[in-house]
């Protein structure tokens, strides 16, 4: 199989799974415990917490180990008091969650960035949050956060002078990002910040919100006070010490890895431009992920070709996966302006760590061999 | 060649029904009927991966898919009729009337407009021209379900796994096509409640009222239900009227809101050597009198033989009660049998062809 999925999962590093093992049976303790063999595991919580600190550029206080992408979106955008102003094309997590708030969803360009005087004037004095992804797990799409951060500091001075006491933070959600970009929050202006270990060779249900010194959040799960009462429960110690390594992994082979899979989405545009004639590349060509190539050919059922593609070995997405099991539209897709028939002709193809050279040049040719036999069967679902 | 539109549902049956069509040289479109369905909360579309499946399929099988979105309708004449049917006291068979109206009526009609010569499906059934004939497979029989269909459409229709003996059969020949849905396990329920179950279902659409549970034979007042509705005829379980020997129930007055209950299992109406149906339905001619004919009151139930006697209209008309409905038959059972409850089905057997039946009154 070649495995060309990554956004949607990552397979764990074996090196995270070593790290993990220990702390599943001789290493159990709970954190909390007085006994030394606890204080120990939980000096290796804290060790693992600061590491990941690190990585982002924050300190350890900051931040709230939770289950998952998911859990830490939901814990910033309820925790707030006010509304929400997010954008058209984030997460299913983020839309929900904005439109239970009764948030504000900007639309954005054909290469996923949203018009910031539009931002600009979405941010009324009710709105507490605004919510940016940093990539686009359907395109690679890259927002310029520290862009959005500066309209959001001048509206935050702008309040400040007008004597509106409303805080307003900037979430962004960072999944996609990581291994693959600049995370230091300083540098990205953000007051909060969510990564997911799922997506980056670490275990799934393992996620992370960073929280700024000084935010006050309403915390969705309360308990023990655990994670400075924004998450109670009994650290997830596996989890963490997992989600650490994935990060230093990444983080450590970033520069290096963000050229070998360029030079990959490269080879495979370059193949798929050449063979597939009406091929579009959905992509901001000037701020794009190395990871994913997102694109579509009209005319073309994208699930029939990725269940075609399957069946020859290569695993690729058409939407995002959640979407694809809806057997709806990707909102995604639909919000930077492709047409139904260009949505519904969309495959997603996400390289990762052990994607090869090799595993790119076996799957081109089998994309372009699957998109060809496809073609006469056209996009037949009502 | 002949153009065959297969419902697929994402299940091994209907999955393995398209690929002998195809290897028997149909021309073979798969279609999904999109049914529908109640969401539950916070998730939104249940049918999701059943579509996915039947599409995988067909896409294994090189085969056009196609989705008929019949929501709308399926909702109005199937879940309508079947909480209509439950608030009038009565206990409806959802699955006969989709039958019925959605898959050989609405399905039927559309593949045919869209150009299909024949539909099939993955029941256990078989036809002979305009005749329904039981599956070879007593066991995985599913004709009581199919009693409601019309000839004509049964004449339109193959029924490629009827002749199949064992689901280890079909499963195996499934995998040996190299089916992903060869292991899938079988859908249980009524497909379009989910997990729910049927009394907090009909909650939510309905209006009940507590009311008394009595014994019949005492007119004792046992306990309290929660809706008359909630209780068929026979029924066992759920009646919390305490321990010893359990109680059945053997009848409700709507009106008063009261739900009977008896420990004797020789209760009065428990055992019917007639039963009257109404809503009659044949699928090609209807049963002659005198002849000795099968019945089945449930699903994978025995056989039993009977007689039929239609009901002229106005026959035993007794003042201050209505007539019995011209279109309704008794049915004389050689062996009595557990009543029915209102609303389900006899469906009446000539050997191995399916004639049709009816509802009970």
């Not at chain 1, 924004?230 to 963000?258: C, D, P, Q, W, Y």
């Not at chain 1, 996966?321 to 193809?349: F, M, P, T």
């Not at chain 2, 059943?50 to 599409?55: I, N």
Request: proline share 3%; aromatic share 6%; glycine share 10%.
């Amino acid at each position: 199989m070649i495995y060309l999925d990554n956004a949607a999962a990552t397979p764990m590093d074996q090196r995270v799974l070593t790290a993990m093992m220990p702390y599943f049976s001789d290493e159990f303790y709970n954190p909390s415990a007085a006994y030394l063999a606890a204080r120990r595991v939980h000096d290796d919580v804290a060790t693992a917490r600061h590491s990941l600190a690190k990585i982002i550029g924050a300190k350890s206080a900051e931040i709230i180990i939770t289950a998952g992408a998911t859990e830490s979106i939901n814990l910033a955008l309820n925790g707030v008091d006010g509304a929400v102003v997010t954008t058209a094309i984030e997460h299913d997590s983020v839309l929900a969650t904005a439109k239970a708030r009764g948030g504000v969803v900007l639309p954005v360009n054909s290469l996923g960035q949203i018009d910031l005087e539009s931002l600009r004037s979405a941010i009324t004095d009710q709105v507490a949050l605004v919510s940016v992804g940093y990539v686009n797990s359907e395109t690679g799409m890259i927002q310029d956060i520290r862009a959005i951060a500066d309209v959001v500091q001048d509206i935050r001075d702008d309040r400040r002078q007008r004597g509106v006491e409303r805080p307003l933070y900037l979430h962004t959600d960072a999944s996609q990002a990581a291994g693959v970009l600049d995370l230091n929050v300083s540098r990205l202006g953000v007051d909060l910040m969510t990564l997911n270990a799922g997506k980056c060779y670490g275990p799934k249900q393992v996620g992370l919100l960073y929280v700024r010194a000084g935010i006050r959040l309403k915390p969705l799960i309360i308990g023990g006070g655990q994670e400075m009462g924004l998450r109670s429960g009994t650290e997830n110690v596996t989890g963490i010490i997992g989600f650490a390594k994935a990060m230093e992994l990444a983080e450590s082979t970033r520069g290096s890895e963000v050229k070998r899979l360029a030079a990959l989405r490269n080879q495979l545009k370059s193949y798929l431009v050449q063979h597939i004639p009406d091929i579009k590349i959905n992509e901001n060509q000037r701020r794009n992920s190395p990871a994913i190539l997102n694109f579509s050919v009209a005319g073309v059922d994208g699930e029939r070709v990725v269940f075609a593609l399957d069946e020859r070995g290569v695993q690729v997405a058409t939407g995002s996966a959640c979407a694809a099991n809806k057997g709806l539209r990707s909102h995604i897709l639909v919000a930077l302006g492709l047409s139904n028939a260009e949505a519904d002709g969309s495959i997603r193809v996400s390289m990762g760590r052990f994607t090869t050279s090799e595993d790119i040049e076996a799957a081109s040719q089998l994309i372009v061999e699957v998109v060809s036999e496809q073609r006469k069967f056209g996009v037949m679902d009502a | 060649m002949t153009k065959v539109y297969v419902g697929m549902s994402g299940g091994v049956d209907s999955s393995l029904t398209a690929a002998l069509l195809v290897q028997q040289g149909y021309e073979v479109v798969g279609v999904y009927m999109k049914n529908w369905t109640q969401d539950a909360p916070g998730m939104q579309c249940p049918w999701a991966e059943d579509l996915a499946d039947a599409k995988r399929v067909a896409v294994h099988l090189n085969i056009p898919f196609k989705v008929f979105d019949f929501q709308t309708e399926y909702k109005q004449l199937v879940v309508d009729y079947m909480i209509r049917e439950y608030q009038a006291g009565r206990t409806p068979n959802p699955d006969i009337m989709c039958n019925q109206e959605v898959k050989f009526g609405l399905f039927l009609q559309a593949a045919l407009a869209d150009g299909a010569d024949l539909i099939a499906t993955g029941h256990y059934a078989r036809s002979d021209g305009s005749k329904l004939l039981r599956a070879a497979n007593e066991d995985k029989d599913q004709t009581y379900f199919l009693y409601r269909v019309d000839g004509s459409a049964v004449a339109k229709t193959i029924f490629p796994i009827g002749n199949y003996k064992t689901k280890d059969e079909v499963r195996a020949k499934a995998a040996e096509f190299g089916l992903s849905t060869a292991s899938k396990h079988d859908s249980q329920g009524i497909c379009f409640i989910g997990t729910v179950s049927i009394r907090d279902f009909l909650k939510q659409y309905v209006k009940t009222e507590p009311g008394d549970i009595v014994e019949r034979e005492s007119g004792r007042v046992l306990g309290r239900h929660d809706g008359a509705l909630f209780y068929t005829f026979g029924q066992r379980h759920g009646l919390n009227v305490g321990g010893g020997l359990p109680y059945y129930v053997v009848g409700k007055d709507m009106a008063k809101n009261e739900v009977y209950v008896s420990r004797n299992l020789n209760s009065q109406g428990f055992w019917l050597d007639e039963i009257v149906v109404g809503q009659l339905h044949w699928i090609n001619q209807p049963p002659i009198e005198g002849k000795t004919y099968q019945i089945r009151t449930r699903h994978r139930a025995p056989l039993i033989d009977a007689t039929v006697s239609f009901v002229q209209p106005n026959q035993n008309k007794v003042d201050g009660e209505p007539a019995v409905s011209p279109d309704s038959l008794v049915l004389h059972l050689s062996t009595p049998e557990r009543a029915v409850a209102p609303g389900q089905s006899v469906v009446i057997y000539d050997g191995d062809e399916v004639l049709g039946g009816g509802i009970v009154v």
